[in-house]
């Protein structure tokens, strides 16, 4: 397989399984997790509760029955003790990574007490959930629950970049108009010029249309501002589609330093290979 090959395949793997920031890791690794839910179940059927019985079945069993001691006390809670034993229970899921059940807490949250910051973390968490998610049914139920939550957030408060950025990133994964959300990103960016989320996810859509040298643009931004293994690799790929070849070396090798992931490592030692016959 030649190196273009692989530079769609990459792509390809990237775009389709997470437009949005999702952990270069996750091109060579699953996230075990999300393996545990069956892919034949019907969006409707999750919720609260049948995701974070899911996701349980990945962490360790003595944090998960502390887990289900607290939705108890919850459950039979109101008002205000409801709401402290909730951001206690996502705590404990944000100390684990889990983002899946913590949208739906924040989310409840918000039902309770409908204030902004419960919606946008309700949305940010659905969205680091769906971008890790190898299921694809669960992946695009938590989509459409961001773009929700991201819509109830920018009801509260319409001059969030915040927002309007989680916004726009779910609206590109999750709708049939990715242009809507392509349109509040730049909205964003002409306010923000150095806004991370924004900047990255124009460029991971600059990279699914090859239009690699504004990718490289967006990508140049964000590693001015937030150098990571995932912003370089990006980077990396949009100098090699258009022939930069000592650049993209230099990208990928930066990429491989931040990373610190020995397969990912090797997968870059590859391309490195590749690009420098």
């Not at 179940?41 to 998960?64: E, P």
């Not at 889990?98 to 968490?125: N, T």
């Not at 001059?159 to 609206?171: C, H, P």
């Amino acid at each position: 397989m030649n190196t273009k090959q692989l530079i769609v395949i990459v792509i390809v793997v990237v775009l389709m399984g997470a437009l949005l920031a999702r952990p270069i890791k996750g091109l060579v690794t699953e996230d075990k997790g999300a393996k545990a839910s069956a892919t034949s179940t019907s969006s409707s059927a999750f919720n609260f509760q049948s995701v974070s019985d899911i996701t349980k079945q990945s962490i360790n069993a003595s944090l998960a029955q502390e887990i289900t001691a607290l939705e108890e006390k919850a459950a039979n809670a109101d008002g205000d003790e409801k709401l402290a034993l909730l951001d206690q229970l996502a705590k404990k899921w944000d100390d684990l990574a889990k983002y899946a059940p913590q949208g739906f807490i924040f989310e409840e949250m918000a039902k309770i007490s409908p204030k902004f910051e419960y919606w946008l973390k309700a949305g940010d968490a659905y969205r680091s959930a769906y971008t890790n998610l190898q299921d694809t049914a669960m992946a695009a139920e938590l989509n459409r629950l961001a773009i929700q939550s991201y819509e109830k957030a920018t009801e509260l408060d319409a001059s969030s970049l915040d927002a309007k950025t989680g916004l726009g990133a779910a609206m590109v994964t999750g709708t049939n108009n990715p242009m809507a959300g392509i349109a509040l990103l730049r909205e964003v960016v002409a306010k923000d010029p150095k806004n991370i989320q924004a900047n990255k996810t124009l460029g991971l859509f600059s990279l699914q249309s090859r239009q690699f040298d504004k990718a490289i643009e967006r990508f140049k931004t964000v590693v001015e501002l937030k150098p990571d293994a995932e912003a370089y690799f990006y980077l990396a790929t949009g100098y090699e589609n258009i022939g930069l070849k000592n650049e993209a070396i230099a990208a990928f090798q930066k990429s491989k330093e931040l990373a610190a992931d020995p397969t990912l490592s090797q997968f870059i030692d590859k391309r490195i290979d590749e690009l420098s016959k």
